[in-house]
């Protein structure tokens, strides 16, 4: 099973949005509507962002938002802060019964 | 609080076994698929290998398979990663994480997300 494709990073300015793509196939991303995205800080664990493709947990803010368009998921960040710095990283259900992460990209913000 | 801590970590040489365990708190156990994720240093996020509820369905990456065996104890509210034959590339951080957000359906019969993670136990494959 290969990594979904991430960029390696993606930059913005406080107050743009930027968007990431997770780049998948048939038998991940574009077979499912079970894809996640995740944040992650230096030395911490991964915190649940976005699940089933564009549904927001509780406590997360609405800046975030997702989508997908046949095999390539994305993440929105609207109204980008200092605070959304870190690495993403997706994830999806195969039809494997497995599950895949991207590669993941880090967020700058200038 | 919903809380999974991790242990079991440790130096190891390449060919011997480690055992790791993830303990479980503030959540009915085995409502929950658990899985294990590792993250090599200064690397990406690797799914490692999952386990449904019962124990019925049970997954493994490529990378793992017929080396690493997960198990869990829902008397005891644990998991469990038997890891065999280790090799240097294994080294890295390894977390438990429990599934949710399963789509308003049960997370028994449904993949969910990783809603919740534990902070990690280091494991180092070296001579």
């Not at chain 1, 968007?19 to 911490?44: A, E, L, M, R």
């Not at chain 2, 040489?13 to 899985?35: E, K, N, V």
């Amino acid at each position: 099973q290969s990594a979904l494709t991430q960029p390696a990073s993606v930059s913005g300015s406080p107050g743009q949005s930027i968007t990431i793509s997770c780049t998948g196939t048939t038998s991940d991303i574009g077979g499912y509507n079970y894809v996640s995205w995740y944040q992650q800080h230096p030395g911490k664990a991964p915190k649940l962002m976005i699940y089933d493709v564009s549904n927001r947990p509780s406590g997360v803010s609405n800046r975030f938002s997702g989508s997908k368009s046949g095999n390539t998921a994305s993440l929105t960040i609207s109204g980008l802060q200092a605070e959304d710095e870190g690495d993403y990283y997706c994830s999806s259900f195969t039809s494997s019964s497995t599950r895949v992460f991207g590669t993941g990209t880090k967020v700058t913000v200038l | 609080e919903v809380q999974l801590v991790e242990s079991g970590g440790g130096l190891v040489q390449p060919g011997r076994s480690l055992r790791l365990s993830c303990a479980a708190s503030g959540f009915t156990f085995d409502d929950y698929a658990i899985h294990w994720v590792r993250q090599a240093p200064g690397k990406g996020l690797e799914w490692v290998s999952g386990i449904s509820w019962n124990s019925g369905s049970i997954g493994y990456a490529d990378s793992v398979k017929g080396r690493f065996t997960i198990s869990r104890d829902n008397a005891k509210n644990s998991l469990y990663l038997q890891m065999n034959s280790l090799r240097v590339e294994d080294t890295a951080l390894y977390y438990c994480a429990k599934v949710g957000y399963c789509g308003g359906d049960s997370c028994r019969t449904t993949p969910g997300s990783f809603e919740i993670w534990g902070q990690g136990t280091m494991v180092t494959v070296s001579s």
